[in-house]
């Protein structure tokens, strides 16, 4: 019945704007948003300015539409799906909502994930690697029930807690496509010639290419493949600028039935990275947090009154804004040795002075952090925040002597073992002259434990492949992703298991991402006690189980110190047109969990008149 209401509300608020009442059509069963802050008024266009063509992508991350997805405290609640329930943390059932369409008006049922499993995820030249690594638990591929038109069930014969976390994210996994258009370009539904045809005309290689170029749906830069997201894309790459209109079937709807996104159409303007402050200070944009950073506040605050503008402060939600990893896998057997050894590891950090990081380039606003997780995280507890921290130059000293390094060139530069001197470069990607500016204080810091640095920036992926290599003996970059976690969310940053993410272990991490074949297993005791764990939160049944799990590994991997975190809780401005209602005052600004925007759901923000 409340249902029932709902749509008579929402249709009737569409006949009272004079407008038809297919043109919007929710599911049967829609989302009802009960705490949406204040009701809004359909209409209007939100401007944001982007760098990048391939930033369209951002219409997926800050639409947010997921099957399960977060909410603002992180807690997960059926979002696309109706319904869903997990039965000893292996047995997924999802229920779809009746009635709910593609934006192109075509059904959204269970054969939309019948055809990407079999003939996506399953098929060979499609997916050489196979189905994503969070479906697939120790080499046990899900065994995939249709029960009906709007429902699916999926079952390992072990634990799988990856599932669930990874459709919510920011850049999620995709285990549905829509089949009704895809089908036309996949060789097992269509007539070779004409499949050679529509490869020809895309100038493609194949029809595998041919395929992926039409169906990324995070890519968002396909205007004919239909979407579930608040607004769909119009114009078709290369451009200048974007336009989204509303879904007019998008499944989510306010308490008194009027169907979301308030927001008719979302405009991205392409321009210069460089430019977004000064266009932003100009009132060029309604929405805008990309592009902009902390040094920008004051020049956006001065530029309220012309703009039209409110400038509001996000903490970013990082372990830490930047970090400085020593690479326990370098090369040089000499700097191998001192950076395995925990006494040298806590020396550099004890002789960071955070708080003159946080004073000059945070207006001491900022927090000292060592790269872990923050006190907004559930698990958060003193011990874990604060070890390795301090700022305690004789300690670090007596440490450095401790180990060995007692001899000193007359500069006051501590030698090697082999009589070479403690000295290096810090290598960075070259992307961001706030890592540059920290690196000059660091360099007078550790200039006082006889520690001598210097910097170069490299290309990224050049970058990388020094890393790996174990050439790259230090490197800064930025924290550990998501610094605020639940008991549920995969602890995998805190234990070698990526070669890409964690320069401080790189060949550590590729030995556990390729099973052995390539890389090197952990040297030291307590990584490998970090892997045991991680293991076992993937197999733990019970929340209490993982919670458990979490605490001893938080413990571990604090307390050694592995990389140098420096500051977090930055702020990060987010611009905001003063008409525009709906967008938290206080918020965390971050990638994943959080995408950024996408958690506060930018469907519900709406603009009053002045």
């Given amino acids: 019945m409340r249902t029932g209401r709902l749509l008579a509300g929402a249709l009737g608020a569409l006949l009272a704007l004079g407008l038809q009442a297919a043109v919007a059509a929710p599911p049967d069963e829609p989302l009802v948003l009960e705490d949406i802050p204040e009701i809004g008024v359909p209409g209007g266009r939100l401007r944001m300015l982007v760098n990048r063509t391939k930033d369209t992508r951002l219409l997926y991350v800050y639409g947010h539409a997921r099957l399960v997805n977060y909410a603002p405290d992180l807690s997960m609640f059926a979002d696309i799906l109706k319904d869903y329930t997990v039965e000893d943390g292996r047995i997924f059932t999802f229920y779809l909502r009746s009635g ?14 019948r055809f990407w499993w079999e003939d996506v995820a399953l098929n060979e030249e499609l997916s050489p690697t196979g189905p994503p690594i969070q479906m697939v638990i120790d080499g046990e591929l899900p065994k995939v029930e249709i029960l009906g038109p709007l429902t699916i069930r999926y079952s390992w014969s072990k634990p799988n807690p990856f599932f669930l976390p990874r ?11 829509p089949a009704h258009y895809l089908k036309q370009f996949h060789r097992k539904y269509v007539d070779p010639e004409r499949l050679a045809e529509l490869v020809a005309e895309d100038n493609a290689r194949d029809w595998v290419q041919l395929f992926l170029r039409r169906g990324r749906m995070n890519k968002f830069n396909n205007p004919d493949l239909p979407t579930l997201q608040p607004w769909m894309l119009t114009t078709r790459p290369p451009a200048e600028r974007f336009i989204a209109v509303r879904n007019p079937y998008f499944h989510r709807v306010d308490e008194r039935g009027q169907q979301l996104p308030y927001i008719d159409e979302v405009i991205l303007e392409v321009v210069d990275k460089k430019l977004i402050p000064i266009k932003t200070g100009a009132g060029e944009t309604d929405l805008q947090a990309r592009g902009l950073a902390f040094r920008d506040y004051t020049f956006l605050k001065e530029s309220e009154p012309r703009s039209g503008l409110r400038t509001l402060l996000w903490r970013e939600a990082r372990g830490a804004r930047y970090a400085l990893y020593p690479n326990l896998n370098a090369a040089d057997p000499v700097w191998q040795k001192l950076f395995r050894d925990r006494r040298f590891r806590l020396a550099l950090s004890l002789s960071v002075d955070r708080d003159a990081i946080n004073q000059y380039f945070y207006f001491g606003l900022a927090t000292p952090a060592n790269n872990t997780i923050l006190p907004d995280s559930p698990l958060y ?54 890592q540059t500016d920290i690196l000059e204080l660091l360099r007078d810091d550790w200039a006082k434990i006889g520690f001598r640095i210097h910097t170069k920036p490299s290309e990224r992926e ?6 790996f290599s174990g050439e790259a003996l230090m490197t800064i970059w930025f924290g550990i992703e998501n610094g605020v976690p639940t008991a549920d969310m995969s602890p995998h940053e805190f234990a070698p298991t990526s070669q890409y993410d964690q320069p401080q272990w790189p060949k550590w991490g590729q030995y556990y991402e390729t099973k052995g074949k390539a890389g090197e297993p952990p040297a030291l005791p307590e990584a490998r006690r970090l892997l045991e764990l991680f ?42 047109r003063r008409t525009l209602r709906n967008i938290p005052e206080k918020a965390v600004y971050n990638w994943e969990p959080h995408a950024q925007l996408g958690v506060y759901r930018p469907d519900t923000f709406f603009f009053v008149t002045e």
């Fill in 100 to 113: 709910h369409r593609w934006s192109d008006g075509a059904p959204f049922t269970t054969e939309d994930f």
């Fill in 167 to 177: 459709i919510a994210a920011a850049s999620p996994i995709f285990i549905y496509a």
């Fill in 381 to 434: 507890r003193p011990e874990i925040g604060e070890a390795c921290l301090g700022y305690d130059i004789a300690k670090a000293n007596a440490l450095l002597d401790e180990i060995g390094l007692t001899e000193r060139r007359a500069d006051g530069t501590r030698l090697l073992p082999d009589g070479r001197p403690l000295e290096l470069v810090v290598e960075t990607a070259g992307e961001s002259v706030e």
């Fill in 462 to 467: 050049v970058l990388r492949n020094r890393i």
């Fill in 535 to 576: 293991d076992g939160w993937r197999l733990a049944r019970s929340r209490d189980e993982r919670r458990r799990i979490w605490d001893e590994m938080l413990t571990l991997y604090a307390s050694q110190c592995y990389t140098i975190g420096l500051v977090a809780n930055v702020l990060q401005p987010v611009a905001a």
